[in-house]
């Protein structure tokens, strides 16, 4: 085995480590526990009025309080469950739509165009015509969800077969690889990292979109709702506490998720592939 291919393949496995998590946790978590620091202390010297500033200490007593009464825990449920389910139809379908639009020269023409305009319009202001047709439910939250979704994994997974090296392509024919097995071993495979750039970029509009969407549209449970309702009483500690848990959702999701999809699929096979 190359060297240089055994030292990548350690790398992936030591990737996971108790110590390289701790340490990488470490290094994300002090920017942010110095900026509550710096919050906290704004709150406690009366620099900003505690009515337009609570500090964590108040938040983080108002997210038990909320949890206590299961509100937390619902809502948290609520905007996950829609999230989850509309990036699973967004990303199916832009992956579809990706793939086709590289492989298809006229698929390209007809859909790329329309594809960069909808990306190019804010979800937000999508809602306002969702409403329009579906009413304020929770169709109207999940189809604009989908939308923001599947059109961005479409242009990435567009891009991503189309900047696929065409050597590797003609290499792996040369050596026999046909259809459905030159797309899984060779095609899929090199375009991945476009694919789950995609995946990122999509369900972060999504989940920003979402948010609005839920002050909007959601009938009684979900974090925008919830911010949205204690605006309307002006209860500043609420509002914080739901903005609080929607930045630490959406950092997990991100750091968690496709950081470990990337390992176990960009990194794991890039590493097989040199073997």
Known sequence: ???????RARGAAAAWTPGVLARGLGRNLLPIVGLVAVWEALSRLGLVHPRLLPGPSVVLGTLWDLARQGLLVQDVYWSLRRLLLSSALGMSA?????????????AELALVPPIQFILS???????????????????TVIAVLTLETAVTVAVNAWTGV??????????????????????????????????IAGFRQGMSRAWRVLVAGEMVAASQFGLGYRVFEAQEFFHADVMYAGVVTVGLLGFALERLLFRSLEVFTVERWGVMREL
């Open 1 to 7: 085995m190359d060297v240089a291919v055994e030292q």
């Open 94 to 106: 832009g992956v579809v739509l990706g793939i086709v639009m590289g492989k298809s020269r006229l």
């Open 121 to 139: 319009i804010p979800g937000v202001a999508i809602l306002p015509i969702a409403i329009l047709w579906f009413g304020l439910t929770e169709t």
């Open 162 to 195: 189309k900047t696929v090296d065409a050597t590797l392509l003609n290499a792996a024919r040369t050596l026999g690889s046909r259809g459905a097995d030159l797309f899984l071993r060779v095609l899929l495979p090199a375009s991945l990292p476009s694919i």
